[in-house]
């Protein structure tokens, strides 16, 4: 027997939530470590819950959680990993009489940070990362939707935690500001964002893992991901009736999944392809 | 003349006049001189730089976000606990609520019958501080909404301060009352203002208790408050008498005092104990 234990940023173990009869995530296992990791699956696949779960809000009803080496269904241990965890819920509700920068200043609060003067500091360093300086003082309900995501963004990141569980963080975000929040993700140690939208894992993540109907499907780097579809994707000019899927490109060209037949072009297949593949194999 | 070599500014006039420390002729003669000249206009804005502007900008942002001293009680964690708890909306009405119910409703029965208005303060003057603990209950009163479910200060701590600061506005209320009928209407027995003080304090812990079980606090202050109404409507049925002495004989009794403290003691006891259960972590 091994006496060594290798200690993962986040370990989750046969994680079961169920809602009534269904079951949001059934049976998850997944590690994760420093780094960008980006969940991605359809709506509805248990995203939310699972970021529920690894925040610590939530309960898994049976399996093991470890964050940051700590045990959250103890008490003691759970509070610790509030502390040095940042969360970005989905469409999180914020007061709309506050201020981003007092939004914030209250999250560091509940953060236990005390000390009034570096609070200060701290709220305007991370407001200013995501954009918001010039609006600080205004109130939430006079923002933007895209402003609100990053209030809330910036309240997850203040005391700059070690671990950030973010759910759909780029939501109304602009191209611009979306790349912006590459740089800012690049600089927090252990990231774990979930995302419906392919192009945003691979502009942002170094792992992505795949979820439908509350199971993990696949893990691996984003190359890997589109690699699944190796050999099968390729393209002509017409529909092919026999490929699990076609559609047409912006080029006019038909674009085909499956197995290709004797003499076809096959091309290289992207992020896409790769995670259309296994949604097929998922949900035939 | 207009072939003469022109007159520049020269980097000490320059240097001064940027320190504030020019004569106010040398100012006015650089001014002058700066509207026409692009040459001595750029030599300025190398010698002064980015650097000094931006400087002063932050510095002006660093006056504009210095908290103000503290002009509210500041509570363990500070003011901005105290602001969070009572700016959103339904701690406004908590608050408004206790000062009505501790204030004006005995105060207006007063007016019309002094011995009225001072039972009546006694039957809801308790009542107040247990409906600030049920609303306090209610986590979509939080401005951060789920964030703060994730940060080391939720639970019961954060539902105790918020209970705690609405308490704060409604007690003062409470004391400016009796103040005002003693002043005014009828001379009132210092005891009497103290009398309601741990039966309200029992009510309260009662209701802190109830949230630390499946029970709804709401449901349990109502029936409290109820049952504390009916308690002293039946006092008025037997003794056939609106004296507030009556009242007293029976509430101020030591053992009625007693009775309050030790169920106070008790509820806040079993409530510490059991404070884990205060979570969404076990409870969503």
Redesign the interface.
Known sequence: MSTTTITHTIAATDLVKRYGRRSAVDGLTLTADAGVVGLLGPNGAGKTTLLRMLATVLAPDAGRLEILGLDPSVPRERTEARRRLGYLPQSPSLYPGFTPFDLVDYVAVLKEHTDREWRRQETRRVLEEVGLEDVMHRKIRTLSGGMRQRVALAAAMVGNPPLLLLDEPATGLDPDQRLRLRSLLSQASTVVMSTHNISEVSALCQRVYVMFDGRLTFEGTPGELAALAEGRVWEDDRPDPDAIRSWQTSTGSYRHLGDPPAGAQVVTPTLDDGYLLLARRERP | MSTREPWHLSSDQLAGYLAGTASRALVASVEAHLLACERCRSALAETSGPAPREEAWARL?DE????SPGTLPRLA??D??L??SI???TMVAAALAAVVMVGAVPLLTALAAPQAGLVTLLVVAPLAPSIAVALAYRE?CD????????????GLR?VALRALAVSLVALPSSIAVLLAVDAWLSPVPIRFGLAWCLPGLALAALVLLAGTTRLDPWLASAVLGVGWSAAVAATVTVRRTLRPEQFLDGLATPEVQALALAVATGALLLTAARR?TV????N?
């Not at chain 2, 401005?143 to 939720?154: D, I």
């Not at chain 2, 979570?279 to 076990?282: K, V």
């Open positions: 942002a504009i976000d210095r908290p964690r500070g901005r606990i602001r969070a700016a959103t909306p979509w401005p951060a909404g789920e964030l703060a479910a994730a940060t080391p200060m939720a954060l884990h979570d969404t972590w076990g969503a």
